[in-house]
């Protein structure tokens, strides 16, 4: 009877103390404003908040995400076929093994699958503590490649490892994770209401940004310099900071890309016949044209972006063979293996510009089939993301979404000449085994935040109501601001 009388006073007061924090929390759901936290029990996108912060059921999701994973596999088992297509013919005409290219590939798809389903089942939290170690070995990386790296193409952007039967890697790749981790980490320490300041919401991120944008500049390597800025900027937009300031860096943008148009406008004075030195000419006297090839090789990709054929045997070539390739493709495409263009007409048809090579076999349906993947497989990393357990987990997520989103973007942009040509490859298709494990080992941590959602409290748990919050807003912070 005693025991019995125990239980029953226990179980008034730990139902009393669920009832005071639901209290606490509906109050606090009513007194805060929108700027600062959750409202009307609904996530407030001005503050950046998460589904998973309006319910917890006690346990994680059983297992990883399938709809992920299943999305991730088919994008790999697709773009190794491609690059068998792709690569066979100049492997064929180069060595005595037409396969090397994609054997090698289908050895780092294996074993990034591996790396994949190992990184999976680590916890977040463990993860969590690789970031700030991960942003120091990445930036030893980018200074060490300017002093002993491999020139590839005249860019030094590779570190060799194993001589010359080792491999080669480009320490860009793990500086791209870095920032997502690093980033994600500070915003979680830093808290909501700091992040909406200067001193803490932009400044230490934009040191960090400009640190690696430089030693990238310096290789150089623009493609890198482009995703390091857009998704440090989606990084601190997920993370709070006000939008004020990404106005003010778009306006500066745009003042820059006026200086470089002004700086590159003249007046033409000569006439076609007479004019060869690869800038846009209309062949009259007195009428703008211009010239971008002051700003380096950047600059000389530009001019072949606004007309290829005024170099089409230089820097528009590639640009024009790839149109050629995309255009030839028509609806249905010339069928699997029988491309044209990848017969020496094509450079780099297995790395950058193997998505030239899917809309020429497969024309407009298979390339649209493949931007579908990709769009599924972004759309449920962001959703993933909304419903992660905790703050970090959620940014991390939307990081890696975002960067495999900017890549697809820019690759077939720059194929499709829509962009000037960047070097950017295509995610699970282009050819490079550490990329292809590190976008495994990205995807991994994905599926390892998606193995510790929280199942929904209005099945198993109705009266409970708890938020997830970072270090500087927990929920002692509600039952303050309840008392006020």
């Excluded at 530009?302 to 590639?318: K, M, T, V, Y």
């Excluded at 703050?391 to 890696?400: A, D």
């Amino acid at each position: 009877m005693f025991a019995h009388s125990r239980f029953n006073v226990e179980m008034r007061l730990e139902l009393s103390a669920v009832d005071k924090s639901r209290n606490n929390y509906d109050y606090a759901n009513r007194h805060i404003d929108d700027d600062e936290g959750v409202n009307s029990g609904r996530p407030n996108w001005k503050s950046r908040d998460l589904a998973s912060e309006y319910y917890e059921g006690g346990q994680s999701k059983p297992g990883i995400d399938t709809p992920f994973l299943v999305i991730t596999l088919v994008i790999l088992a697709f773009g190794l076929i491609m690059l068998l297509s792709a690569s066979y013919a100049r492997q064929a005409y180069a060595s005595e093994d037409p396969m090397w290219l994609f054997s090698r590939q289908l050895f780092f798809a294996v074993t990034g699958m591996a790396i994949m389903f190992a990184v999976s089942g680590i916890r977040i939290s463990t993860i969590r503590r690789w970031s700030v170690s991960l942003l120091a070995v990445s930036v030893l990386l980018l200074v060490i490649v300017l002093v002993g790296g491999v020139r590839v193409n005249g860019a030094m952007r590779w570190l060799g490892i194993g001589g010359e039967d080792g491999f080669t890697f480009q320490p860009s790749e793990v500086a791209k994770l870095a920032i997502i981790m690093a980033f994600a980490h500070l915003i979680c320490k830093f808290g909501r209401k700091r992040m909406r300041t200067f001193k803490y919401g932009v400044a230490p991120f934009i040191i960090i940004a400009a640190t690696m944008v430089i030693l990238l500049y310096m290789q150089p390597h623009l493609s890198a310099v482009i995703i390091i800025t857009v998704l440090s900027g989606i990084m601190m937009f997920a993370g709070g900071t006000k939008f004020r300031w990404f106005l003010l860096a778009g306006l500066l943008f745009c003042a820059v890309i006026l200086v470089m148009v002004f700086m590159s406008m003249r007046t033409a004075e000569i006439e076609d016949e007479s004019h060869n030195i690869g800038y846009v000419n209309t062949g009259q006297t007195g009428q703008i044209e211009w010239d971008f090839s002051r700003f380096g090789y950047a600059g000389r990709r530009i001019n072949a972006w606004i007309d290829p054929e005024l170099d089409p045997l230089n820097n528009g070539f590639q640009i024009r063979q790839s149109l050629n390739a995309v255009g030839s493709g028509g609806l249905l495409g010339q069928g699997l293996g029988q491309s044209r263009q990848k017969h020496l007409h094509l450079p780099e048809e297995h790395n950058d510009f193997i998505f030239a090579i899917v809309s020429e076999e497969l024309g407009f349906i298979g390339s649209l089939l493949v931007l579908l993947l990709f769009v599924l497989l972004i759309i449920r990393g962001y959703w993933l993301a909304l419903n992660a357990k905790d703050r970090f987990s959620s940014l991390v997520t939307v990081g890696i979404s975002s960067l495999l989103a900017i890549q697809v973007f820019l690759n077939i942009s720059v194929v499709t000449n829509m962009l000037p040509a960047t070097g950017i490859s295509l995610p699970f298709f282009s050819y490079g085994g550490t990329a292809l494990w590190i976008q495994m080992f990205q995807i991994g941590i994905v599926l390892a935040v998606s193995r510790e959602i929280p199942v929904t409290a209005q099945d198993e748990h109705p009266r409970q109501a708890r938020v997830y919050l970072d270090e500087e807003d927990d929920l002692a912070e509600y039952g303050v601001q309840a008392n006020r």
